[in-house]
């Protein structure tokens, strides 16, 4: 292996280290978002409007950014910027998807469900969700976790949320949370997924994968909650959770998030994500006081290590030259 060819793997390892450090910074804030969206709900707003708000504000930040760091470009040409414009076009119907699976039906659904069911158990569908729609959008697509364990390890976290929520009293309103959670995750992984392959195959920038998408689904939900919801009372405790939500937990977090992407496998995006699975927990005893039973830890800690489970073992089965290879093409 030539000097060049060592130093650029070097360059690869740190950028994928960063990106692991990133990713879990992203968690962390996402999982607040959690209690910050139950205690805006207690403001009386609604789900799509607080989800339509949020990413309104989410984009707004963004092209901020954006025409700060043209105006930036304009001043000091950087040739390398402008040779990576011309050469990534992103076609309007990806927008277009990238905007209603992973804002409006990811994001969208997820706070209908939300409003519904306490943030744990949010989190912990969430986590079998996302992580089995994924395994059948690998199977048909990405074609990178190649481990039939990982259906075993899905059977394993079903049997955890089943043994969580005994005896099993759902009710109307509950049962209806869990399948608008469930429903979201299809939306997850269908954003997660195309923009995997995407950035993979050179044919958009992170930044490219943000902001439009983030505007079509921000205008989607907020159109759906204005005229389903109607507009709430706003108060300045709720005008500062949306701020938050938008500008730090959405547009930083969100940029963050996919700029990682390029740097880690899907199912390595997704273990991180399901670092929030302790961590909605942990805050929803700290802050909202939740009691949970022997039996819902118990069923919580099947859940996690199923899932996780399902991407390490998957990692491990992988040939040892592959990473490598991987990581170099990333």
């Not at 789900?47 to 950014?65: D, E, H, I, K």
């Not at 299809?186 to 993979?200: C, D, S």
């Amino acid at each position: 292996m030539t000097k060049d060819r060592v130093s650029h793997f070097g360059k690869v390892k740190d950028h994928y280290f960063l990106a692991i450090g990133a990713a879990v910074l992203v968690t962390l804030l996402w999982s607040t978002s959690y209690i910050l969206n139950k205690i805006a709900f207690q403001h009386h707003i609604g789900p799509f409007t607080l989800a339509g708000l949020r990413y309104s504000v989410s984009a707004v930040t963004l092209v901020l950014v954006r025409l700060i760091l043209v105006n930036r470009n304009s001043i000091a040409p950087n040739k390398h910027v402008q040779k990576e414009r011309v050469r990534i076009q992103l076609r309007p119907y990806y927008i277009i998807v990238l905007g209603v699976t992973g804002y409006l039906m990811a994001q969208g659904l997820q706070y209908a469900g939300q409003i519904l069911i306490t943030p744990t158990q949010t989190s912990m569908m969430l986590s079998v969700g996302n992580t089995a729609a994924l395994i059948v959008l690998d199977v048909c697509w990405l074609r990178e976790l190649r481990c039939r364990s990982s259906f075993l390890g899905i059977l394993a976290a079903m049997a955890g949320v089943i043994i969580f929520y005994f005896p099993w009293d759902f009710g109307g309103s509950h049962f209806t949370g869990i399948v608008l959670i469930l429903a979201s995750c299809a939306g997850y992984a269908i954003h997660l997924g195309l923009t995997r392959h995407l950035l993979k195959n050179g044919k958009a920038s992170p930044g490219d994968l943000v902001l439009m998408p983030m505007a079509i689904g921000a205008f989607g939900m907020l159109a759906i909650g204005l005229i389903f919801e109607g507009l709430p009372s706003f108060s300045w405790p709720l005008v500062g959770i949306i701020l938050w939500l938008g500008i730090i937990n959405g547009s930083f977090a969100f940029s963050l998030w996919t700029w990682s992407q390029k740097h880690l496998r899907a199912y390595e995006n997704s273990l991180i994500n399901n670092l929030m699975l302790l961590e909605v927990a942990a805050l929803d005893i700290l802050i909202l006081h939740r009691n949970f039973s022997v039996v819902e830890v118990l069923g919580l800690l099947i859940v996690g290590f199923a899932v996780v489970f399902v991407q390490i073992y998957s990692y491990f089965k992988r040939p040892t030259h592959q990473p490598d290879d991987d990581y170099l093409n990333n």
